[in-house]
């Protein structure tokens, strides 16, 4: 399967295919405001209706990173990459944005805050799934005009009590030492998702994607927060030292 994946690298980020099938993606030093990215994926070169995958599908992988207190994020999964407003700087795909359909085990150091609902995980390692109506990505400008309301509070707390009720979303909290090796597996179902750690029942919930998705394993320095007192924000976080993301036996049945 890795055989077939392709790599995404920016500002220093490297990833490394070493003996016995493992994939090493690092992370160097990075000041502030400067994003670094290493990305082991299958849908960069794909337009959305092409990501390849559908319900259902398992996905399977061994992983651990080099420190428990990564400054960014990290995480493998399924996504159909909602948010490429970069048109196609720095190697992304031409995509407009979308509302989010995933499902992943993902990791987000403060001051993430990656969450629309106050009850659930929004930073540190967690499993996660977001579902939303399959809108198309036109329907994005119809939404331009709103964008300046998400810089004052009180309208931005509006704005993202709506957005909860359009996109549902599901998580759970993983208390692991991430930087042992364990195995991490989901089941994506038309109607629910099932996840295990470690061979064992972590979660379950019928919070499932939308669509076809691609797979994504990644690591990086960036932060996007909106919180519930509606304050909003995004950039790069510096990083004083280099991290890592290691990944082996990788299986996806799709």
């Known amino acids: 399967m890795l055989d077939a994946l392709r790599t995404r690298q920016v500002n220093g980020g490297k990833v490394m295919r070493e003996d016995g099938g493992t994939y090493r993606l690092e992370l160097p030093t990075l000041h502030e405001g400067k994003y670094g990215l290493s990305q082991v994926d299958d849908y960069m070169h794909l337009a959305r209706f092409q990501f390849p995958h559908t319900a259902p599908t398992v ?4 992983a651990r990173v080099s420190q428990e207190d990564l400054c960014g994020t990290w995480g493998f999964g399924l996504w159909n990459d909602p948010f490429s407003i970069g048109l196609g700087g720095g190697g992304m795909a031409k995509l407009l944005p979308v509302l989010p359909n995933a499902v992943w085990f993902f990791y987000g150091s403060p001051p993430n805050y990656l969450s629309l609902r106050d009850d659930l995980p929004a930073s540190g390692f967690h499993i996660k799934t977001f579902r939303s109506p399959l809108l198309p990505a036109m329907t994005f400008i119809f939404g331009i005009p709103t964008l300046p309301f998400l810089f004052w509070s009180l309208t931005a707390r509006v704005l993202r009590r709506f957005a909860r009720w359009v996109i549902k979303e599901d998580a759970c909290e993983l208390a692991i030492d991430v930087t042992a090796w364990h195995s991490y597996q989901f089941t ?11 061979h064992k029942a972590a979660f379950e919930t019928m919070t499932s994607p939308r669509g076809r998705l691609g797979l994504v394993i990644w690591i990086d320095n960036q932060y996007f927060y909106f919180k519930p007192n509606g304050k909003i924000g995004y950039g790069a976080l510096g990083t004083k030292n280099a991290g890592e993301l290691l990944v082996r036996n990788l299986i996806l049945i799709s």
């Open 188 to 198: 994506w179902q038309e109607n629910k998702v099932l996840f295990e750690v470690d």
């Open 59 to 62: 996905l399977k992988i061994e």
